[in-house]
């Protein structure tokens, strides 16, 4: 871990998906051990990006999609996605919906091609 940082910002490492992904990848990495007690947790993963923005972490690891909108951030390092855990955001009708119906043609919606290309414009990957 590089001296400089002080402060690491993440979402919470046990709530917040993003934090629990960043704390895979630091184990991984073998950085955790030394990076663990410069964590500030965030509530989710704007709110730790807004630590950075705001100079209170002098980093933070945050996703590409949402780093992507930060004016007053930089990208100082992007973990390749072979390296990276895998993030995948499933989607489904719950056995007890109250609107089987619309919650069907919602996933239909985010199945459709139109869909896809909006995910990707906007960063993310799209499985078959």
């Keep these: 871990a590089r001296p400089e940082i002080k402060h690491l910002s993440l979402g919470h490492t046990e709530a917040v998906p993003a934090g ?71 989607a489904a009708v719950v056995k007890d919906s109250r609107n089987p119906y619309a919650a069907r043609k919602l996933l239909a919606f985010l199945a459709d091609k139109k869909a896809d290309e909006t995910f990707a414009k906007f960063g993310f990957s799209v499985l078959e």
């Design 20 to 90: 629990v992904y960043a704390k895979e990848w630091l184990e991984k990495t073998g950085l955790w051990k030394s990076i663990a007690t410069k964590v500030v947790p965030a509530e989710n993963v704007r709110a730790a990006m807004a630590v950075v923005e705001s100079g209170n972490a002098e980093a933070g690891i945050v996703y590409k999609t949402d780093a992507a909108i930060s004016k007053k951030i930089t990208v100082a390092l992007e973990i390749p996605v072979a390296e990276g855990p895998e993030i995948i955001y499933p």
